[in-house]
Nanobody, 115 residues
Framework: QVQLVESGGGLVQPGGSLRLSCAVSGSQFSVNTMRWFRQAPGGEREMVAAITSRGSTNYADSVKGRFTISRDNTKNTMYLQMTSLKPEDSAVYYC?????????WGQGTQVTVSS
C-alpha cells in the first residue's frame, strides 16, 4: 500500500523556521509529482507547494519567497522548508501523491505559529 508519513511540525514563534518531511513507501516515488497542503481549523484544505519528478516547483502566492519544497528520490522523501513563519501559516500540513489513478494522503503534522 502507498503510505505517507509527515513529521517535523511543532510550535514556533512568528519569524521562525521549521522543516517538514514526508516519507513515502509503496509508491514509485521518483516519477510522481508530490504536493504539500495545509488546513486550518474550520478552513478549506489548500495547496501550498508542488514538485515534479524532475524538480519543477510551484507555490501558493501566500508562501512564495518563504517556503521551499524539495525532494530526495534516493530516500523517497519530500521536504518543506518554511521560513519567516506567520500566525496565518498555522495549520495541519499534509503531503499528497498521485499513484495509478488515486490520491494518497499522509496523516498530517501540526504547525502552530504563535508568540
Amino acid at each position: 500500500q502507498v503510505q505517507l508519513v509527515e513529521s517535523g511540525g511543532g510550535l514556533v514563534q512568528p519569524g521562525g523556521s521549521l522543516r517538514l518531511s514526508c516519507a513515502v513507501s509503496g509508491s514509485q516515488f521518483s516519477v510522481n509529482t508530490m504536493r504539500w497542503f495545509r488546513q486550518a481549523p474550520g478552513g478549506e484544505r489548500e495547496m501550498v507547494a508542488a514538485i515534479t519528478s524532475r524538480g519543477s516547483t510551484n507555490y501558493a502566492d501566500s508562501v512564495k519567497g518563504r517556503f521551499t519544497i524539495s525532494r530526495d528520490n534516493t530516500k523517497n522523501t519530500m521536504y518543506l522548508q518554511m521560513t519567516s513563519l506567520k500566525p496565518e501559516d498555522s495549520a495541519v500540513y499534509y503531503c499528497r501523491t498521485f499513484q495509478d489513478g488515486s490520491f494518497y494522503w499522509g496523516q498530517g503534522t501540526q504547525v502552530t505559529v504563535s508568540s
